[in-house]
C-alpha cells in the first residue's frame, strides 16, 4: 500500500505541476479568467493523471486492460470530488485575498498560489477514491 501512495503522490506531482504551469501561463501572464483556467487546467491534469495511473500507479489492478473512455469518466467523476473541494477553497482564496505583488515598480498576479492551495486540499479525496472505487482490485470484489 505505501509503494501504491508513493506513486500515486509522484503522479498526483505530475499533474499538479501539469496544473500549475498551465494556470499560471494562463491566468497570471495571459490574464484569462481565472475561474475557466481552473475548469481547463483540473481537466486536463486529470486526464494525465488517469493515463499515468492506469499505466503505472495501479497497473497490477487493471490486469492488462487498455486505457478507456468509460475508465477515464469513472475516473474523471471520481476526481469531481477532489476537484469540488480544491474549487471552493480556490474561490474563497481567490475573493477574499488580494493575490498580486509588486516587484521593481510592477505588479504580478499570483493566483497560481490559491490555485496549489485548492489543489492540495482535494489530493486525500481523489487518493481515497481511486484506491478503492475506480482501481480496486477486480479479485478483490469477487466472492470467495
Known amino acids: 500500500m505505501l509503494k501504491k501512495i508513493i506513486k500515486f ?3 498526483g506531482g505530475l499533474g499538479t505541476i501539469t496544473n500549475l504551469v498551465l494556470f499560471m501561463i494562463f491566468a497570471d501572464i495571459l490574464h484569462f ?7 481547463a487546467c483540473f481537466l486536463i491534469s486529470c486526464t494525465q493523471n488517469y493515463c499515468i495511473n ?3 500507479t495501479f497497473k497490477v489492478e487493471n490486469n492488462g486492460e487498455k486505457l478507456s473512455v ?5 475516473f474523471l467523476a471520481g476526481s469531481l470530488f477532489g476537484y469540488a473541494i480544491n474549487f ?3 474561490s474563497i482564496l481567490l475573493k477574499n485575498f488580494d493575490w498580486h505583488v509588486s516587484l521593481a515598480q510592477k505588479t504580478y498576479s499570483v493566483q497560481v498560489i490559491p490555485q496549489g492551495i485548492g489543489i492540495l486540499c482535494g489530493m486525500v479525496i481523489n487518493f481515497i477514491f481511486s484506491n478503492f472505487f475506480i482501481f480496486k482490485n477486480k479479485k478483490d470484489s469477487k466472492p470467495e
Open 88 to 90: 471552493c477553497v480556490f
Open 33 to 39: 479568467e481565472p475561474h475557466a483556467v481552473n475548469v
Open 9 to 11: 503522490a509522484i503522479t
Open 70 to 74: 468509460a475508465l477515464w469518466a469513472k
Open 54 to 56: 492506469h499505466l503505472w
